[in-house]
């Protein structure tokens, strides 16, 4: 008989197995980013390129639109789209983790994380290539974010561990219910007029602060934007951030232990 926690202690084992396959997925993850750009001479630059003409455009009007200083609004604009591209990559490729796999899942027996690693990996590739906008700015409108850059780090790498339990929860999901993922691009796009990315969270109030205040994505955004604008994410937003990491561990772990094996088959 099946000790209690067995399940729960295997799906931990899958975690930290996908890990030990990290030259898989590394190569893999990279060899997506370039397979994206194939034949073009710029490559992956053409990222940085789209991120900057999105940011300048959009900048130079909403800058208007918001009254606010192109100085001020334009390097804020930019953190918060390298953090938006990043969340929303996660939700999206999230949800076709499996599906996107079903071959590689049917045939190679390695652990499930692998592929979640591998797409996290990708998008992590891709923020560097944002990042690269986001250090133009600095130059360019003279903002200088240190010392509390530093925190960019640990704000990233909270990402990244939500992100792997998004992954494993959107993935298993959308492979046993396949009109799921047909709705996530959706309210993914919603969420982002809701956030405050191209609108400042302290214009809002009464009713509205909702939009703010319940919703977690606007937590992601701040614990990372913040450190790039030169700002420390307030003790909220580091206690709501972890909080929904605790959470959402403690949501997806078990049910991943019960269906993982299950997921072969729904491919």
């Given amino acids: 008989m099946k000790p209690k926690g067995g399940g729960l202690v295997e799906a931990l084992r899958d975690v930290s197995a996908g890990l030990r396959w990290y030259e898989l997925w590394l190569t893999l993850g990279w060899r997506d980013v370039l397979l994206r750009h194939r034949r073009s001479k710029l490559g992956p630059l ?6 900057g003409f999105v ?7 909403y800058s208007a ?4 200083s192109p100085h001020d609004y334009i390097p804020y604009l930019v953190a918060g789209f390298t953090v938006w591209n990043l969340l929303s990559a996660i939700v999206n490729d999230g949800k076709e983790v499996f599906v996107a796999n079903a ?4 045939e190679i027996p390695v652990p499930n994380t692998v592929y979640v690693y591998r797409f996290l990996w990708r998008n992590t590739l891709i ?5 690269l906008v986001y250090l133009i700015v600095l130059v360019i409108f003279q903002v200088s974010p240190f010392p509390a850059l ?4 640990p704000a990233l790498i909270l990402i990244l561990l ?9 993935g298993l999901i959308n492979v046993r219910f396949r009109d799921f993922g047909h709705m996530i691009p959706s309210a993914m796009r919603l969420a982002f007029f809701v956030t405050p990315i191209i609108w400042y969270a302290s214009s809002v109030s009464g009713l509205r602060a909702a939009f703010v205040h319940f919703n977690p994505l606007y937590y992601f955004i701040e614990i990372f934007r913040a450190p790039l604008l030169g700002e420390a994410p307030s003790a909220l937003v580091w206690g709501v951030t972890l909080g929904i990491t605790i959470l959402g561990w403690g949501v997806t772990l078990p049910i991943y232990a019960h269906w993982r094996r299950q997921i072969a088959y729904w491919v």
């Fill in 55 to 61: 940011a300048g455009c959009m900048g130079t009007l």
């Fill in 65 to 68: 639109i918001m009254q606010r």
């Fill in 162 to 170: 939500n992100g792997v339990w998004v992954g494993l929860l959107l």
């Fill in 103 to 106: 071959a590689a899942i049917r």
């Fill in 150 to 153: 530093a925190l960019a780090i």
């Fill in 127 to 131: 923020l560097g290539y944002n990042i």
């Fill in 46 to 51: 053409w990222i940085s390129i789209s991120m």
